[in-house]
Every structure is written in C-alpha cells, then in structure tokens.
C-alpha cells in the first residue's frame, strides 16, 4: 500500500480492496485500515468473495475450523494483526471468524459467497479423515445422499444465521447464492458472461458494480439447492 500510495493512489476517487478465499478473509480484516489509507473524501468499499468462513462443528461434532484457526493465530503470530475491538474481548483465533468481525466494521462491505461454499464443505464440515462415505459428496453435490443433503441444509442454515446476524446496514451487499462453488469473481465466466450465475436477475459484476457506485442496493440470498439454473459448473472441481 506505501508503495501503490507513493505512485498516486494517494489522490485516488474510487477505490475497491477484494479477494477471494483467504484473500475474501482479508479483504473484511484490512477493510477499514485501508479506508484509512485513502483520501476522506474517495469512494472506498471492500468486496469479499468466498470468505465468509463460519465457526460450526463437523459432521462428527467437533469444532475443527475454531482450532484451526486458534493454531494459524498461533504459528504466525497474528494477534497484532487482528482487529482489537476483537481481540480484546474474545480469543484471537476466534477473530478469523468474520461473524465475529462485520459488524464492527464501518466502510462499505460486499459479502459475495456460496451458502454450500465447496471449501468450507471440504475442509471445515468435512475434513480430512472425515467418514470415508462422504469422499463423493464432498466434491460434487450431486453425489450426495438424501441424508448428506439434510447435513448441508443444515450447514446452510448455519451459514444464513451468521450472515444474518451482522444486521442489513443499506452500506452492505449480498450476493449469496446456493451454488457448489469457491470464489466466483476471479473468472470471466462466473462474474460476468451469458451463463454467469445470477440472483434478482442481476449477474456478480452488475450486483456489485451497482452497490459500488451507489446507483441501487443490493442484498440478496438465494433458496437452498437445487433451486438455482444459473450456477456454473467447471470441469475441474477446484473451482466448484
């Protein structure tokens, strides 16, 4: 940031911080910090896509992402890098947990995720060395048992009441769709093209697009699967 701040930026009108997955993660922990960067009077906004990772149990009922988390704070000594109005009242490996962080932060967030986030589902609903049956599902929904199905519903509602309870401040915006997917603003293909996925009939790069610029709001989230068409699905299953 020295460095974009030195070559201009510092006099920048409109500026966007985005990432997908780990880089979605850090998009909502840097949110305000780099606002403060910038001119008071730039139009500044953050976008996370795909990661809005939650706190919930496996489906053996223990809490792997929370000591997860707890071990990555730890190994790299994040603390001092975490928001303290989180630190200070709850464990720093519990402030990796954007539930934990959104609604503190006062710049303009877009929150764009898959309620059946295909990461989340592999590594932190199923992880690894998880019940051997779930090795088809966990990779392609479609494979999934009736009673697989009912997990990842319930995984879902997770999800939403998480969401849910960062309040609808008008400032923020929600993409969340029911596709299998993990990051859907890195491709052409995802974020913007005829076959791009879609909710209220607008494709990602209009709904943020819009928010960003102030021309409309947008907050929405879809129905649970299978109920959307528009979801895109890749050959290779890194992206779905």
Known sequence: MEDLLAKGMNKAENALISGCSAGGLTSILHCDRFHRLLPAAANVK?????????????????NHAAAFFSDVVKTHGSVK??????????????????????????????????????????????????????????????????????ILQGFRDHFLEAIEAQGDS?????????????????????????????????????AVGDWFYGRSWFQKTDCPYPCDSTCHVFKNSSHT
């Open 81 to 150: 890098n975490l928001p303290s109005l989180c630190t200070s009242k709850l464990p720093a490996g519990m402030c990796l947990f954007p539930q934990n962080e959104v609604k503190q932060i006062q710049t303009p967030l877009f929150i764009l995720n898959a309620a059946y986030d295909s990461w989340q589902v592999r590594n932190i609903l199923v992880p690894g060395g998880s019940d051997p049956r779930w090795r088809s599902c966990k990779h392609d929904i479609k494979q999934c048992s009736a009673k697989q199905l009912k």
């Open 46 to 62: 953050c976008l996370s896509d795909a990661g809005f990772f939650i706190n919930v149990k496996d489906i053996a009922g223990v």
């Open 170 to 206: 008008p400032t923020r915006g929600l993409f969340i769709n029911s596709c299998f997917a993990h990051c859907q603003s890195e491709i052409q293909e995802i974020w913007f093209a005829p076959g791009s996925p879609v909710l209220g009939d607008k494709r990602i790069a209009s």
